[in-house]
């Protein structure tokens, strides 16, 4: 038995391998469901919407003047508010020259008409005479000699230039004084008590605070959407647009008064001017000041019909969007101008097409996405 030990236990070991091969479990192939991506959308609606432009600039005085002398005379007195950068009000004195000299003139010049004007009145009533005389005793017609015509004449001649003298006496008097003609403010003052001036001397700056211009460049881009004709005349109020200015966490609303026709040298734009009614001046928290730089947002043309998107989902002048059959597709679009992080779309989106605003691994025209509707 020992002997066949080894071949008994090799011919049971078959046998119990071959059961267990006969009695294994068959594997059934199952083919796995598809799996449809869930995405997130965005419903897309065409609008009107107005153009915003954005700009910048700095504040300017819409009024300016430079105060010059034209007389000879010395700096009599000089107002406190004609100090470099303080305020005045329209109707303040600023500056008073040395008139005395002036007032002599206009007295001589009053002089001067009240005699001529009795020299004139004198000559009227010899040329009356002497032609009631020249008619009594006479003969034909009088000379103008005897008519005492040529001395009514000078009389007349005389009395007039007089009158003029004195026009130009009372204007000089005038001028002595320099009166505010606006509120606004003192650039810089050039005179001190006591300076001799002379015709063409320059005795300060001034600009108007009652409102304030902004020039504002304007990109070749933009031109289209502004609506207006670059040919430096001032719009009527009617196609006057709107425009509002950041400064700081402050903002102001104003309008744009005209456009200019040329190309700025150095920037090669054209560029708009914008008015600032300053109704706040009075207030001691008015942060509008001169030379200032200011934030502008135009609000150009109309446009109609435009798919405002956000800036990031547009790729390469195209966007993934989802039809109406689920799919997802990458659809060509016309880009009509970016503002800000937002980007307006034109043509190439179809009616009920969504916004594909989720990140996929891949993106492949065609696939089948679901989506929750709201």
Same mark, same amino acid.
């Given at each position: 038995?020992?002997?066949?030990?080894? #071949? +008994?236990?090799?011919?049971? *070991?078959? !046998?119990?391998?071959?059961? $267990?091969? %006969?009695?294994?479990?068959?594997?059934?192939?199952?083919?796995?469901?598809?799996?449809?991506?869930?995405?997130?959308?965005?419903?897309?609606?065409?609008?009107?919407?107005?153009?915003?432009?954005?700009?910048?600039?700095?504040?300017?005085?819409?009024?300016?003047?430079? #105060? +010059?002398?034209?007389?000879? *005379?010395? !700096?009599?007195?000089?107002? $406190?508010? %004609?100090?470099?950068?303080?305020?005045?009000?329209?109707?303040?004195?600023?500056?008073?020259?040395?008139?005395?000299?002036?007032?002599?003139?206009?007295?001589?010049?009053?002089?001067?008409?009240?005699?001529?004007?009795?020299?004139?009145?004198?000559?009227?009533?010899?040329?009356?005479?002497?032609?009631?005389?020249?008619?009594?005793?006479?003969?034909?017609?009088?000379?103008?000699?005897?008519?005492?015509?040529?001395?009514?004449?000078?009389?007349?001649?005389?009395?007039?230039?007089?009158?003029?003298?004195?026009?130009?006496?009372?204007?000089?008097?005038?001028?002595?004084?320099?009166?505010?003609?606006?509120?606004?403010?003192?650039?810089?003052?050039?005179?001190?008590?006591?300076?001799?001036?002379?015709?063409?001397?320059?005795?300060?700056?001034?600009?108007?605070?009652?409102?304030?211009?902004?020039?504002?460049?304007?990109?070749?881009?933009?031109?289209?959407?502004?609506?207006?004709?670059?040919?430096?005349?001032?719009?009527?109020?009617?196609?006057?647009?709107?425009?509002?200015?950041?400064?700081?966490?402050?903002?102001?609303?104003?309008?744009?008064?005209?456009?200019?026709?040329?190309?700025?040298?150095?920037?090669?734009?054209?560029?708009?001017v914008a008015e600032i009614k300053n109704n706040i001046l009075n207030?001691?928290?008015?942060?509008?000041?001169?030379?200032?730089?200011?934030?502008?947002?135009?609000?150009?043309?109309?446009?109609?019909?435009?798919?405002?998107?956000?800036?990031t989902s547009v790729r390469n002048e195209s966007v993934w969007v989802?039809?109406?059959?689920?799919?997802?597709?990458?659809?060509?679009?016309?880009?009509?101008?970016?503002?800000?992080?937002?980007?307006?779309?034109?043509e190439g989106l179809e009616k009920e097409d969504r916004l594909l605003?989720?990140?996929?691994?891949?993106?492949?025209?065609?696939?089948?996405?679901?989506?929750?509707?709201?």
């Open positions: 038995m020992k002997k066949y030990a080894g #071949l +008994i236990f090799l011919i049971i *070991s078959i !046998i119990i391998a071959t059961v $267990l091969l %006969m009695r294994k479990p068959m594997a059934i192939s199952e083919e796995e469901p598809s799996i449809t991506p869930y995405v997130k959308t965005m419903m897309l609606i065409p609008q009107t919407v107005r153009a915003s432009i954005s700009s910048q600039g700095v504040i300017a005085p819409s009024s300016e003047i430079t #105060l +010059i002398s034209e007389l000879n *005379s010395r !700096i009599n007195w000089i107002s $406190l508010k %004609m100090k470099t950068g303080s305020s005045f009000q329209k109707g303040d004195t600023l500056l008073v020259l040395d008139k005395r000299d002036y007032e002599l003139a206009l007295i001589t010049s009053e002089s001067n008409v009240l005699n001529a004007k009795v020299n004139l009145e004198r000559e009227k009533a010899e040329s009356d005479l002497a032609s009631k005389e020249w008619k009594r005793v006479g003969a034909g017609e009088g000379s103008s000699l005897a008519l005492r015509k040529p001395q009514l004449a000078q009389a007349k001649a005389t009395y007039a230039a007089s009158e003029a003298k004195l026009e130009g006496a009372q204007r000089n008097l005038k001028r002595t004084v320099f009166i505010a003609p606006f509120d606004g403010r003192v650039r810089i003052r050039n005179v001190d008590l006591g300076t001799i001036v002379f015709p063409g001397t320059i005795l300060g700056n001034i600009y108007s605070t009652n409102s304030f211009e902004v020039r504002l460049p304007i990109t070749d881009q933009d031109v289209l959407f502004t609506g207006l004709e670059f040919n430096g005349k001032q719009m009527p109020k009617s196609n006057q647009l709107d425009v509002q200015f950041f400064l700081g966490d402050n903002t102001f609303k104003g309008k744009i008064i005209r456009a200019e026709a040329e190309v700025d040298p150095i920037t090669r734009m054209l560029s708009i207030s001691k928290s008015s942060p509008i000041a001169v030379g200032q730089f200011v934030q502008a947002n135009i609000f150009g043309v109309e446009i109609q019909d435009v798919t405002i998107l956000p800036r989802v039809d109406k059959n689920l799919t997802l597709y990458n659809r060509i679009v016309e880009i009509l101008r970016f503002e800000n992080e937002y980007v307006l779309i034109g605003t989720s990140r996929l691994s891949s993106l492949v025209n065609g696939l089948k996405v679901t989506f929750e509707l709201n």
